[in-house]
């Protein structure tokens, strides 16, 4: 059975909660929010989803890069699911590039972010993984986890004339 949630939308407090670890990856609860974050992002044009987006305040995060029409050059990684995950910068350039959400509708940003990341997390079965992200997954990876800090994307803008409407983004990127 799908079980599609809400988005939470920018204002909601749940989206400024600094989000709780879990402590039970194995339990009935984490697994229904695993699947109820799958069929939420999978009903959408997103490339990732956090569980604060749906109302949950847990760390859970995932990331589904692919093309889509938000994002048509985004590369393909299956859907992974990331519990508990922490990041290490391993590289101090940072890259200004569009990002969306689903939380925020009808507007982007141009959005500084590390090219390149460390990131360790749980996997849906409780093994630690550690991988390394770049570009435009490791963008991805970096907003999702803003979200479970209690940010969206709009708090790592560098100027407010980085943010632009829907249309405005379309016009820009032709």
Known sequence: MTTIIEI???GAKVLRLHAEPITDVSSTETLQ???????????????GIAAPQ????KQVIIIASRPTLR????????????????FTMLSETK???????????GIRARVPRYKKIQVKYLDHLGTVIDIVLEDF????FQHEFDHLQGKVYLDQLESNEDIYSESEYLLAIK
Not at 54 to 57: A, G, L, M
Not at 71 to 86: G, H, K, S
Not at 95 to 104: F, M, Q, T, V, Y
């Open 33 to 47: 929010l695993i699947k109820k974050l799958q069929d939420t992002l999978a009903s959408t044009e997103g490339v």
């Open 71 to 86: 994002y048509p050059e985004a590369p393909v990684m299956e859907p992974t699911v990331m519990i508990n995950p922490i």
């Open 137 to 140: 997954v490791a963008r991805v």
């Open 95 to 105: 890259e200004k590039d569009w990002e969306g959400c689903l939380s925020i509708p």
């Open 54 to 57: 749906i109302s949950i305040s």
């Open 8 to 10: 939470a939308q920018l």
